[in-house]
């Protein structure tokens, strides 16, 4: 075969992935950060952690109720658009946040706070880098750009800590109100192709979401999200509180200390970025893999895992090397999730509507993170710890692991074919 007439490969990297990346880095630095601010603002207006809680978790069910809604706006009246309206929305609810001095007042602008992560996160971001992608590419365009919200959680936690740490958290709110907007000056590099063929251009959203309902495997993937909402979302939240109280002291001296950190808080704040850095490599190998092994074997595996860390971790005690092995652990399994889940129902329903198909599948791993999230507050209050919270986590890891199995991993106009 000659050069002219050897096929050329599409390439991997394209601005579409460039811009989607920017912004769910940034998007997700400011969202892994949240659970800093927890200690802070319950301190200065004396609430029982449950209120502050209570918040976060109502930003992650709005999250995910707002996931759907805006991959519906973005395959209606295009990407772009809704991406400026969810950043919009993130910057409101943040900068009117830095005024609220009542539970109930941060609790109802975290509404607004989550639907600007879903504008600006994954259901309207992964749509777009699918659709652009050719299909040798796909599973590892939807992998790196997973990997550069993981990056976003490397970033966002030490930088709101040095933040706090020069000035009030109120203040710190502003300032990630202004970098979400400043984010969108990459949207002109968001260019998506339309839909190309005849079946996908006549083909309704309420057609293609009528036979995904009427189909067990995606009622099965939907169950299987949830326990990793709930993990991520009481890990998010909870963990540098957690460590900050129930990690055993740092030696000084030791690697930790020669590094800055010194205190079980600075600890904490390192950990979420522990997790993140692990990410990236362990969403960027799940990418690989489900381009060349099953999806589902693979989301099986990674609940299992997760299943088993988190049992080893609460059972063994917690000490600044177990935080920091854990957080390393499940850094690796933590967002590779993704890139499989909208991969598999990209695969299997198509991608005309997938921003509008994975958006709902999503709302179940934000009702698990809104759980995980109150949860962990209620309990703390009640009983002192985060120990019920850890196990709850570990039965639906479990859960998730088993109800993937089942899945049929075949397009469905294929079955429907035959």
């Known amino acids: 075969m000659t050069d002219a007439a050897r096929p050329v490969s599409a390439p991997l990297i394209t601005p579409v992935l460039v811009a989607g990346c920017i912004i769910m880095l940034v998007s997700f630095a400011i969202r892994a950060s949240f659970g800093l601010f927890q200690i802070p603002i319950s301190d200065e207006f004396s609430w029982a952690r449950a209120e502050f809680s209570m918040a976060i978790a109502i930003q992650n069910l709005a999250w995910g109720i707002g996931q759907p809604i805006f991959a519906a706006i973005a395959e209606k009246i295009g990407d772009r658009k809704a991406i400026v309206l969810g950043a ?15 539970p109930w007042q ?12 879903a504008g600006t996160g994954f259901g309207v971001i992964l749509a777009v880098v699918g659709r ?32 706090l740490r020069m000035m009030p958290w109120q203040s710190v709110f ?14 002109p590099m968001m260019r998506a192709p339309a839909a190309s063929t005849r079946a996908q251009i006549e083909e309704t959203l ?83 893999a489900g381009k060349h092994f099953t999806k589902k074997y693979l989301l099986a595996a990674i609940y299992t895992g997760r299943t088993v860390a988190a049992s080893l971790f609460i059972l063994l005690p917690i000490t600044p090397v ?59 209050d009640i009983t ?24 049929r991993e075949r397009p469905i106009g294929a079955r429907a074919a035959t």
């Open 322 to 380: 177990s935080v920091l092995v854990f957080s390393v652990v499940m850094g690796a399994l933590w967002l590779a999730t993704v890139p499989l889940t909208s991969g598999l129902v990209a695969y299997i329903y198509g991608l005309r509507y997938m921003g509008t198909l994975y958006g709902i599948v999503f709302l179940s791993h934000q009702i698990g993170a809104f759980l995980g999230v109150w949860l962990g507050g209620r309990v703390y």
């Open 106 to 117: 941060h609790q109802t602008l975290e509404v607004a706070v989550g639907f600007g992560i």
């Open 174 to 187: 502003l300032v990630f109100a202004a970098t979400i907007l400043a984010v969108l000056m990459v949207l």
């Open 88 to 102: 919009l929305f993130y910057a409101v609810g943040l900068s009117l946040s830095a005024f609220a001095t009542q």
């Open 206 to 288: 309420g057609q293609v979401l009528g036979r995904a309902f009427r189909d067990p495997s995606y009622t099965m993937i939907f169950l299987g999200f949830f326990s990793c909402g709930y993990q991520l979302g009481f890990l998010t939240a909870h963990f540098p509180a957690f460590v900050t109280e129930m990690c055993g002291p740092i030696q000084p001296g030791g690697v930790l200390h020669s590094m800055g950190i010194t205190t079980t808080s600075a600890l904490g704040a390192a950990a979420l970025g522990v997790i993140g850095m692990a990410n990236i490599g362990g969403t960027l190998l799940a990418g690989w």
């Open 384 to 407: 002192g710890d985060y120990t019920a919270v850890w196990w709850v986590g570990v039965g639906v890891g479990a859960f998730s692991a088993l109800v993937h199995l089942p899945v």
């Open 132 to 163: 652009t992608a050719s299909d040798e590419n796909r599973s590892m365009a939807l992998a790196v750009a997973t990997a550069a919200g993981s990056a976003g959680q490397v970033v966002g936690p030490p930088v709101a800590e040095w933040l």
